[in-house]
T-cell receptor
Framework: TQLLEQSPQFLSIQEGENLTVYCNSS?????LQWYRQEPGEGPVLLVT?????EVKKLKRLTFQFGDARKDSSLHITAAQPGDTGLYLC?????????????FGQGTILTVHP | DTGVSQDPRHKITKRGQNVTFRCDPI?????LYWYRQTLGQGPEFLTY????????KSRLLSDRFSAERPKGSFSTLEIQRTEQGDSAMYLC?????????????FGSGTQLSVL
């Protein structure tokens, strides 16, 4: 079973601060995705990273896939209250688990005005 | 594109009762997934379909759980003899099914409470 460990589990910061969320595994993933989820709603895809070492930017969010494709990080610059939510990393293992997406346990981010 | 629709949004039932949830994926999406999520945790994979074929089932899916997608369109998830531990959000997602790492579109979920 391939597991994804996210840290920290909870993050409470002030508006304007920077933060980083980590997603780690002992297994190799063919690709990783990051989702954001609001209370009472389903997760919404933010980004997919495929290549080891890949960096993608989405406005104030920067996503990185580790060289060995076992880890990823999400960095938010100058956080805003609208960034509050549950952030989830999720990986596609490939092979016999083609199409199956495994999620980390999530990071609950609260940004205070 | 009306998005993934799940029904009902909320279900309260007594322990031992059977419940059935429905998911309508985005039209022409070949792949359909079911996940279970408890408060503050990430979704746990239950099962997924490619068209009408159920390709993988998690060990979490006990004998009391069954999922169908009879014509490759909508899907149902049934839980028999519900237990309090079944209380969770049940999420459905769909994708085009052309690439292994494509975007999943999630519904808003069905929140199940077993009393």
């Amino acid at each position: 079973t391939q597991l994804l460990e996210q840290s920290p589990q909870f993050l409470s910061i002030q508006e304007g601060e920077n933060l980083t969320v980590y997603c780690n595994s002992s297994s190799v993933f063919s690709s990783l995705q990051w989702y954001r989820q609001e209370p009472g709603e389903g997760p919404v895809l933010l980004v997919t990273v495929v290549t080891g070492g890949e960096v993608k930017k989405l406005k104030r969010l920067t996503f990185q896939f580790g060289d060995a494709r076992k880890d990823s990080s999400l960095h938010i610059t100058a956080a805003q209250p609208g960034d509050t939510g549950l952030y989830l990393c999720a990986g596609f293992a490939g092979g016999t688990s083609y199409g199956k997406l495994t999620f980390g346990q999530g990071t609950i981010l609260t940004v205070h005005p | 594109d009306t998005g993934v629709s799940q029904d009902p949004r909320h279900k309260i039932t007594k322990r031992g009762q059977n419940v059935t949830f429905r998911c309508d994926p985005i039209s022409e999406h070949n792949r359909l997934y079911w996940y279970r999520q408890t408060l503050g945790q990430g979704p746990e994979f239950l099962t997924y379909f490619q068209n009408e074929a159920q390709l993988e089932k998690s060990r979490l899916l006990s004998d009391r759980f069954s999922a169908e997608r009879p014509k490759g369109s909508f899907s149902t998830l049934e839980i028999q003899r519900t237990e309090q531990g079944d209380s969770a959000m049940y999420l459905c997602a769909s994708s085009q099914g052309r690439h292994y790492n494509e975007k999943l579109f999630f519904g808003s979920g069905t929140q199940l409470s077993v009393l």
